[in-house]
T-cell receptor, first 118, second 114 residues
């Protein structure tokens, strides 16, 4: 079984604040993939990042950065100097291979709603 | 490159009816997956099609079915609609597969069952 926990249901910040969205996952597989997606009010999920279980290197993309720690089973997402346009629901997802077939099916966390006030 | 398109965007149906939703993936993408999103259950995987074959299926009743055509376009069908089927149905396409690679989502079809 796999599970993704995004304990923060909603976060409210003021523009230019830094904010970290937490994601904790559970898996018994050694090979798995982690993702972050953004869902703005329009409804369309937008892919942000993909990580495989063998790559623990942190990544920075502009104001976005990701911290992957296998020791704590966490894949946290930080937005630096938040902007109003960052307001959205952010989903963390985990894909692990099924016990048979080797196919990967993603499980999404419940999402964290980020509200950035001007 | 055009993104994933879904039609219709909004749909209102009556309990007991059936509905068909359509999804056109990004050109060149062979994998199409469907998800149901509700406030109560969140985002749940319905099924994935790859090269016209259903490759994976989530934990949904048989009333939910789908298919994929040779041009990779996909349809999903829900028969005997129930009130609980009211949801945002999202389609996502991927180059080679659902779980191991990033997916590109469409805007969704908002289904309301009355």
């Amino acid at each position: 079984a796999q599970k993704v926990t995004q304990a923060q249901t909603e976060i409210s910040v003021v523009e230019k604040e830094d904010v970290t969205l937490d994601c904790v996952y559970e898996t018994r597989d050694t090979t798995y993939y982690l993702f972050w997606y953004k869902q703005p009010p329009s409804g369309e999920l937008v892919f942000l990042i993909r990580r495989n279980s063998f790559d623990e290197q942190n990544e920075i993309s502009g104001r976005y950065s990701w911290n992957f720690q296998k020791s704590t089973s966490s894949f946290n997402f930080t937005i630096t100097a938040s902007q109003v346009v960052d307001s959205a629901v952010y989903f963390c997802a985990l894909s692990e291979a099924l016990l048979s077939g080797g196919s990967y099916i993603p499980t999404f966390g419940r999402g964290t709603s980020l509200i950035v006030h001007p | 490159k055009a993104g994933v398109t879904q039609t219709p965007r909004y749909l209102i149906k009556t309990r007991g009816q059936q509905v068909t939703l359509s999804c056109s993936p990004i050109s060149g993408h062979r994998s199409v997956s469907w998800y149901q999103q509700t406030p109560g259950q969140g985002l749940q995987f319905l099924f994935e099609y790859f090269s016209e074959t259903q490759r994976n299926k989530g934990n949904f009743p048989g009333r939910f079915s789908g298919r994929q055509f040779s041009n990779s376009r996909s349809e999903m069908n829900v028969s005997t609609l129930e009130l609980g089927d009211s949801a945002l149905y999202l389609c996502a396409s991927s180059l080679t597969g659902t779980g191991a690679h990033e997916q590109y989502f469409g805007p969704g079809t908002r289904l309301t069952v009355t």
